[in-house]
């Protein structure tokens, strides 16, 4: 079956730094759009950043825009999500998805919506806390 590999999740102190990581163990992620979500108990999941194939495009939502990067390294096959500034609020789990090229190159919520979104991996905690 196909999914994706989170790491990197934890413990992070208010204004520190952490980075995800998202590698596909059995395919390449160079022709598909990346997308990184965050859920918190009682809410639905939220995305948060995405990156279109080649990296024509990126989107981050305002909640993040300016404190998290997203970006791929095609010979390690791993995307990743870098975040500085870290705040209580982004606490949550942290799941990273793919969808293929052919769903669009222009990754955004509006265009592409998180059901068709195909492989994802199983989600890692990051707790923002002194």
């Known amino acids: 079956q196909l999914t994706l590999v989170e790491s990197g999740g934890g413990l992070v102190q208010p204004g520190g730094s952490l980075r995800l990581s998202c590698t596909a163990p059995a395919f390449s992620l160079n022709d598909y759009t990346i997308g990184w979500f965050r859920q918190v108990p009682g809410k639905e999941r939220e995305e948060i950043s995405c990156?279109?194939?080649?990296?024509?495009?990126?989107y981050y939502s305002d909640s993040v825009k300016g404190r998290f990067t997203i970006f791929r390294n095609n010979a390690e096959n791993t995307a990743y999500l870098q975040m500085i500034g870290a705040k209580p609020e982004d606490t949550g789990v942290y799941y990273c998805?793919?969808?293929?090229?052919?769903?669009?190159?222009?990754?955004?919520?509006?265009?592409?919506?998180?059901?068709?979104?195909?492989?994802w991996g199983q989600g890692v905690q990051v707790t923002v806390s002194s």
């Open positions: 990156i279109a194939p080649n990296d024509h495009y990126s």
């Open positions: 998805a793919a969808v293929p090229r052919s769903a669009g190159i222009i990754c955004h919520p509006t265009i592409i919506k998180i059901d068709e979104y195909e492989y």
